[in-house]
């Protein structure tokens, strides 16, 4: 039996500081995970009475996550708008230069919304307010305004489309193409589609049209990251680069959450996604080095594998020069390695 090494916080912190330096952003899609205790978290910071306080650490550990990671994705704009007060919450858990992702919420990006029970009686049918620019700069910009330096992508997730929201693709890119026209420059802006049928010249016209990034992502219905990256003209910006491993093709969401929760270890690799990855980054690290791109962000999910931090060290491990000091390099892939990762 192989016993597992300690968790390597101290290479992933020196990892990560160093692709940082080179404008290179890797975090996880979300950070308030109780399974990384021990690994990420210190467990003592939440006790209270003897117990673990949830609510005390799902409030503070942005702030001990910071102390590793240079950026997150934020997911909790997708469900509702962010006010000032809670965007301004979160910087001020963060250090300067630690750069947040937020997917921007689903009242902009929904054609017709599911029939979920948070969305009451407005369950299955259209929404008005798909792709209103108008909106967006009033319920989800204005709350950014006050720390433009810290948001590193703005993210429009479209959810998977089905024939009753669009008779033909073109119609949406067309749709889409307006939308982009109208929105305030100075930001990053990504799309993340789920149709693998919307990936045509089109659509990647439109985006760099408007220097907005495609943003490579691993989904059920969608082609693997590694895919999307060879197919011609996807990377549509010349600033910026975005990618988000999120689920294994074919694999629903659902599936996922049951095989992987509480997401303590990696239970099934994705050695295609990690490689995509280690790809990416070294495109555009080098493309950084010759002044050809400002930022590259790569979002984890816990759902990929099992547990994000030890993907992102996977990651880590296949980038060689990139890694961090040999003996910091060694207890990073001792620490992957000795748990079959």
């Not at 307010?129 to 330096?149: N, T, V």
């Not at 810290?150 to 993210?155: K, N, S």
């Not at 030890?310 to 000795?338: K, Y």
Request: aromatic share 12%; charged share 25%; with cysteine.
């Amino acid at each position: 039996m192989i016993t597992a090494a300690p968790f390597p916080l101290d290479g992933l912190r020196h990892a990560l500081a160093s692709l940082a330096a080179q404008n290179v952003f890797i975090g996880t899609s979300s950070w308030k995970y109780p399974g990384w205790r021990g690994q990420l978290y210190d467990e003592q910071r939440y006790i209270w009475r003897g117990k673990f306080a949830e609510s005390r650490f799902e409030r503070d550990c942005l702030e001990e996550y910071s102390q590793v990671f240079h950026t997150v994705c934020v997911d909790a704009g997708y469900y509702r708008f962010p006010s000032p007060q809670f965007i301004d919450g979160l910087v001020k858990q963060t250090p300067p230069g630690f750069k947040f992702g937020f997917k921007v919420t689903d009242e902009i990006t929904t054609r017709t919304f599911p029939k979920l029970p948070r969305h009451g009686d407005r369950a299955g049918r259209p929404n008005e307010h798909f792709l209103s620019a108008e909106l967006f700069q009033k319920a989800f910009l204005s709350s950014c305004e006050p720390h433009r330096d810290r948001i590193g992508v703005l993210i429009f997730e479209f959810s998977h489309f089905h024939p009753r929201d669009f008779e033909r693709g073109r119609d949406f890119v067309d749709m889409l193409d307006r939308f982009l026209g109208e929105l305030p420059r100075g930001w990053q802006y990504g799309v993340e589609i789920r149709n693998r049928s919307l990936l045509q010249p089109e659509y990647f016209g439109v985006l760099r049209r408007h220097g907005v990034a495609h943003v490579f992502n691993n989904w059920t219905h969608m082609p693997s990251v590694a895919e999307q990256m060879k197919m011609e003209g996807t990377f549509t910006s010349d600033d910026f680069t975005a990618a988000r491993l999120l689920l294994k093709p074919g694999r629903t969401y659902e599936q996922a959450v049951e095989m992987f929760s509480p997401y303590e270890a990696t239970k099934e690799v994705a050695e295609e996604a990690r490689a995509a990855a280690a790809e990416l980054i070294r495109m555009r690290t080098e493309a950084a080095r010759q002044r050809r791109t400002k930022s590259t962000f790569v979002f984890v999910n816990n759902r990929l594998e099992g547990n994000a931090l030890f993907t992102i060290l996977g990651i880590l491990a296949r980038l060689g020069a990139d890694a961090p000091p040999e003996a910091d390099r060694d207890s990073l892939m001792q620490s992957v390695d000795s748990s079959g990762r």
